[in-house]
């Protein structure tokens, strides 16, 4: 079985500066990928980073990276100069090698303020 | 240009009445899937098809039934509607069904709100 736990119902932060979202996941699948995807209010789901469980580096998408720590099983996001826009529900899935689906987290909603 | 969509955007139906959703990606993908995001936002699988053959079928009941033309659609079709399926229905595409790196892209959501 597969879980994902995101243990920050809600997070807020100021303009500029940089935050983590964390996530921890649990997986028996050898190799696993990772994914982040950002919910703001309207709704739609955005894909923003991917982490490979082989990958030697921590996956880095412009304002956005991945503290990827595969012993404590963890794959934090963190965005860094946060933005107004970034205001949105925030959430970790984890993708098995024996099956195409995504297991999401309960997500993270992420409030920047002035 | 949109990658994914879907239609309707916005449904409001009576319990008992049977509707479909309807999605479309032009991203050249094999593999299609449907989401459910309920009240407290939780993001579950229900179906997945590669190639117009079904291949994840969760814990969903019977009353929900998908069916891939081809495979840039999935639709989903719902009988017999009730209260408990009011949720955000969201169908995402991929590539392929076989690399854990395959990132799935998502449609707008179809908001669907069962009366």
């Known amino acids: 079985a597969q879980k994902i736990t995101q243990t920050q119902p809600g997070m807020f932060v100021q303009e500029k500066e940089a935050v983590t979202l964390d996530c921890t996941y649990d997986?028996?699948?050898?190799?696993?990928?990772l994914f982040w995807y950002k919910q703001p209010s309207s709704g739609e789901m955005i894909f923003l980073i991917y982490q490979g469980s082989y990958d030697q580096q921590n996956a880095t998408e412009g304002r956005y990276s991945l503290n990827f720590q595969k012993a404590r099983k963890s794959a934090n996001l963190v965005i860094s100069a946060s933005q107004l826009g970034d205001s949105a529900m925030y959430f970790c899935?984890?993708?098995?090698?024996?099956?195409?689906?995504?297991?999401f987290g309960t997500g993270t909603r992420l409030q920047v303020t002035l | 240009d949109t990658a994914v969509s879907q239609t309707p955007k916005y449904l409001v139906t009576q319990m008992g009445n049977d509707k479909s959703i309807k999605c479309e990606q032009n991203?050249?993908?094999?593999?299609m899937y449907w989401y459910k995001q309920d009240s407290k936002k939780f993001l579950k699988i229900m179906f997945s098809?590669?190639?117009?053959?079904?291949?994840i079928n969760e814990t969903v009941p019977n009353r929900f039934s998908p069916k891939s033309p081809d495979k840039a659609h999935l639709n989903l079709h719902i009988n017999s509607l009730e209260l408990g399926d009011s949720a955000v229905y969201f169908c995402?595409?991929?590539?392929?069904?076989?690399?854990?790196?395959?990132?799935?892209?998502f449609g707008p959501g179809t908001r669907l709100l069962v009366l």
């Open positions: 098809y590669n190639n117009k053959e079904l291949i």
């Open positions: 899935a984890l993708r098995g090698d024996t099956a195409s689906k995504l297991t």
């Open positions: 997986t028996s699948d050898p190799s696993y990928g």
């Open positions: 995402a595409s991929s590539q392929d069904q076989v690399r854990e790196g395959e990132t799935q892209y």
């Open positions: 991203l050249g993908h094999d593999t």
